[in-house]
Nanobody, 124 residues
Framework: QVQLVESGGRLVRAGDSLRLTCAAS????????MGWFRQAPGKVREFVAA????????TYTDSVKGRFTISRDNTKNTMYLQMISLKPEDTAVYYC?????????????????WGQGTQVTVSS
């Protein structure tokens, strides 16, 4: 049974930093690309960042470039999203995802697994 479990979301102030964690179980995480998505109330789920299975390739949506950093540790089957300079518009439920390639994850054309999400709230 494959599971992705996010953690680390909480209420923070604008300008603060936060690190999200996605723990994977049930499959060798080194075999799949992974990524982060977010969904604000009343909005569609949007792509945030993705990383290749090796960790050497990364991609970000423009609004988080320079502020968010995606990484993974395959020895721990864990992926991270380090967020700095948080803004109120970053408020959303953040979801972890895994798929066949970084392009499939980014485009949502093939997401094999989703986590349940973790709430990030940024107050102004």
């Amino acid at each position: 049974q494959v599971q992705l479990v996010e953690s680390g979301g909480r209420l923070v102030r604008a300008g603060d930093s936060l690190r999200l964690t996605c723990a994977a179980s049930g499959y060798p995480s080194g075999s799949l690309a992974m990524g982060w998505f977010r969904q604000a109330p009343g909005k569609v789920r949007e792509f945030v960042a993705a990383i290749t299975w090796s960790g050497s390739g990364k991609t970000y949506t423009d609004s988080v470039k320079g502020r968010f950093t995606i990484s993974r540790d395959n020895t721990k089957n864990t992926m991270y999203l380090q967020m700095i300079s948080l803004k109120p518009e970053d408020t959303a439920v953040y979801y972890c995802a895994a798929g066949s390639s970084i392009f499939a994850v980014q485009s949502k054309t093939r997401i094999d697994y989703w986590g349940q999400g973790t709430q990030v709230t940024v107050s102004s």
